[in-house]
Structure formats: structure tokens, C-alpha cells
């Protein structure tokens, strides 16, 4: 399984850092993606790591602000979101997929393994 944690509410401006720990499957052998899901908006990928080679991606609307990274040792993925806006608002979701090694896709539909419940994030004055 999957479970997000490091959401909170946080003002224009500030960073949040996401966590996504992993129990249960071989987690080093999946490429992990972070999704936002904003109210009333689809699901969309916002980051990816992939299982090998530490290849990532971001979504354009978060490029230079968020950074992920992956800790094999610990099982976890986490998402630095800096500077972050009210467009950020939403439930973060991690997945993991084991069909990707040396790339990530950011589509949230190619992730069909493991999904977590999400982790809420609120930007706003």
C-alpha cells in the first residue's frame, strides 16, 4: 500500500514537503507518480520518479517549484513543493507502477498498481 502525508493548509508563497511511504511490494522495482486532483477538475500528473536510473518529470505548472526524490532505504517518495500558489490547491495522490523502469509516465491512467488515499493541500491567504 501507499500513504501520503504532508499535506496542510499553507499561504501563497510557502513550501510544503509530501511524503509517500511504501509497505508491502518490492518498491525500489516501481516508478512512483504524484498526482493533484483539484476540486472539480480531473486527476493530473504533476511529478514521476521512475524505478531505475532516477529518471523524473514534472508537469510545466510545477517546474522549478517541486522536486521529488526517492529514499529506496526508507521505501518513501517525497514532493518539495516551493513557492507554492492557489492553482497547488487539491488532494495529492502518489501511485506506483512496476511496468516502468528507466522512465515515468505522468498520465495518471498508465499507473494501474498501487494508489494511495490521498494527502489534502490548501494554498490560501
Known amino acids: 500500500q501507499l500513504v501520503e502525508s504532508g499535506g496542510d493548509l499553507e499561504q501563497p508563497g510557502g513550501s510544503l514537503t509530501l511524503s509517500c511511504a511504501a509497505s508491502g511490494f518490492a518498491f525500489d522495482r516501481y516508478s512512483i507518480g504524484w498526482f493533484r486532483q483539484a476540486p472539480g477538475k480531473e486527476r493530473e500528473g504533476i511529478s514521476c520518479i521512475s524505478a531505475f536510473e532516477g529518471w523524473t518529470a514534472y508537469a510545466d505548472s510545477v517546474k522549478g517549484r517541486f522536486t521529488i526524490s526517492r529514499d529506496n532505504a526508507k521505501n518513501t517518495v517525497t514532493l518539495q513543493m516551493n513557492n507554492l500558489n492557489p492553482q497547488d490547491t487539491g488532494v495529492y495522490y502518489c501511485?506506483?507502477?512496476?511496468?516502468?523502469?528507466?522512465?515515468?509516465?505522468?498520465?495518471?491512467?498508465?499507473?494501474?498498481?498501487?494508489w494511495g488515499q490521498g494527502t489534502v493541500v490548501n494554498v490560501s491567504s
Open positions: 501511485a506506483a507502477d512496476s511496468r516502468y523502469e528507466n522512465f515515468c509516465p505522468l498520465a495518471a491512467y498508465r499507473y494501474r498498481e498501487v
